[in-house]
């Protein structure tokens, strides 16, 4: 089935520090793919999206490379702040019936002054 | 503003007793969904509704129940039957493009 795989966390980077969070999927077709944010006690937020192969989803710093070859959704983002700390969920569109999303388990960034 | 609202926010529970969260959403999306949020852990797809009096069981669907009489509303009751009700969970919607939109989330705690 589709499947979304994240880095565990918790990741804790001091501030200005350069941010990797690996995500991988199962490759049944073309997913769409997406990165969520939640905030602590909040929903989750969009934080980007790409579409086909090869897009490049970028948003308030953050960025993330849609790779068919690796089937990989890597997010990025050059240099972190304390607000940035939150939990990150990567996720993709299933391509059976309906929008359905399937979630990674999340990564927890810690980001420290 | 357009948007979805759960209520409560918070929510306390005595063993044995069904509680039933609401889920409102003003977007016009026809799908909704129901998830559930362990701590440290990702979401589960407990129930989803694609269309009005239409719905479908997650993958975490025992001892939940939901209903979609509106397109607006998709209320989820969480039943005796649940085991292990405390939880967060997340009512989201969305249109075709897959993109889904949250709600604030409700935290479901069993006394």
Redesign the interface.
Known sequence: GDSVTQMEGPVTLSEEAFLTINCTYTATGYPSLFWYVQYPGEGLQLLLKATKADDKGSNKGFEATYRKETTSFHLEKGSVQVSDSAVYFCARKNNNAGNMLTFGGGTRLMVKP | DGG?T?SPKYLFRKEGQNVTLSCEQNLNHD?M?WYRQDP????R?IY?S?IVNDFQKGDIAEGYSVSREKKESFPLTVTSAQKNPTAFY?C?S????????????SRLTVL
């Open positions: 979805i759960q799908a969904y440290g852990q990702g979401l797809l989803y694609q997340l989201a969305s249109m075709n493009t897959g993109e889904l939109f949250f709600g604030e989330g």
